[in-house]
């Protein structure tokens, strides 16, 4: 897929705003320490898995780049505004948007070539520089990331960890459509194209994988084995388990199951597969191609639909 020039433009003016100079980036990119990813489709409990990892000690961005609690995320969302809108904007020069992203072998395509614009890449390096901390562990955020992480991949060095949170798609499903209006057409595609795409690009790496419903029903025990897996990978001593438990609050899940929900049967299968890779993972490996999940010769044709 070739890139949108009139995108690239606009995003090339907003990275060049970008405080931070290049001396400074260089600087800060040698000095930049070990971090965990945190992803997984929108409305899905990453912000809550972000904020236990904040609570285990890991940093954020700066205070005034966090995006802000509000109704749907009474607690916040520890993620940066910067980087999200980056992410968005990395989407739109191919077209696409979080809500209508382009087909994964589309945007994985474009997003090779886009590691090969050296104006691209060093205005991305100085808005992620900019809004990080200068030393120590931090902790990234951002559903978008299921797809943009090839971008990423190939500018940064490896996350010491990657942990992936999904969620049933009809809880997702209400969630998107009482915020964003989506149906549940819409939403469940975006659900599968998301863990998907997540799933092929974490291939490889050291990722654990967590459903938000355990996360709830079963906090200490998640947050146990989270901040086990992360400690494993970390050079600094891990916060109070105690502390990070707290963060999680039962009483904000705001979806529910209803009885008689029926997904479709590429649904079907993705969930199970994601039910079936919970836990901790060395080197992340998928166990089946997009037929499974799309319909054969037919993965990401929804998406064009999407939106």
């Not at 390096?125 to 900019?130: A, E, S, T």
């Not at 459509?177 to 194209?193: N, R, T, V």
């Not at 947050?223 to 963060?247: K, M, N």
Request: glycine share 8%.
């Amino acid at each position: 897929m070739s890139i949108d020039q009139k995108e690239r433009n606009r995003l090339l003016n907003e990275l060049d705003s970008v405080a931070l100079s290049d001396m400074d980036a260089r600087t800060r990119l040698e000095r930049l320490g070990e971090y965990v990813l945190v992803t997984g489709m929108h409305r899905s409990g990453t912000s809550a898995v972000a904020g236990v990892l904040h609570a285990l000690g890991y940093q954020l961005t700066q205070e005034d780049d966090l995006l802000p609690p509000d109704s749907h995320n009474e607690r916040g969302y520890f993620e940066s505004k910067a980087l999200a809108l980056l992410n968005g904007r990395l989407l739109s020069l191919f077209g696409g948007g979080w809500d209508r992203p382009p087909s994964w072998k589309s945007l994985d395509q474009g997003l090779a070539k886009l590691v090969e614009d050296p104006a691209v890449v060093k205005g991305a390096l100085r808005v992620l520089l900019g809004v990080t901390p200068a030393e120590g562990p931090f902790v990234w955020k951002d559903p978008r990331l299921c797809l943009t992480l090839p971008f990423w991949s190939e500018i940064l060095h490896h996350p010491s960890a990657t942990i992936f949170v999904f969620r049933h798609p009809d809880e997702v499903s209400r969630s998107l459509g009482k915020i964003h209006g989506l149906s549940s057409f819409q939403a469940e595609s975006l659900w599968k194209h998301y863990n998907w795409s997540a799933l092929q690009n974490m291939k490889g790496r050291p990722v654990f994988v967590v459903e938000f419903a355990d996360l709830i029903s079963d906090r200490r025990r998640e947050i146990g084995v989270i901040a086990e897996f992360v400690s494993a990978r970390s050079s600094f001593e891990i916060g109070s388990l105690d502390s990070a438990v707290e963060v999680i609050d039962p009483t904000l899940k705001h979806e529910s199951l209803p009885s008689d929900y029926e997904m479709s049967k590429e649904a079907i299968s993705l969930y199970q597969s994601l039910r079936d890779l919970k836990g901790a993972h060395e080197s992340l490996e998928v166990p089946v191609g997009p037929e499974e999940y799309f319909g054969r010769g037919n993965q990401g044709a929804w998406s064009e639909r999407v939106g």
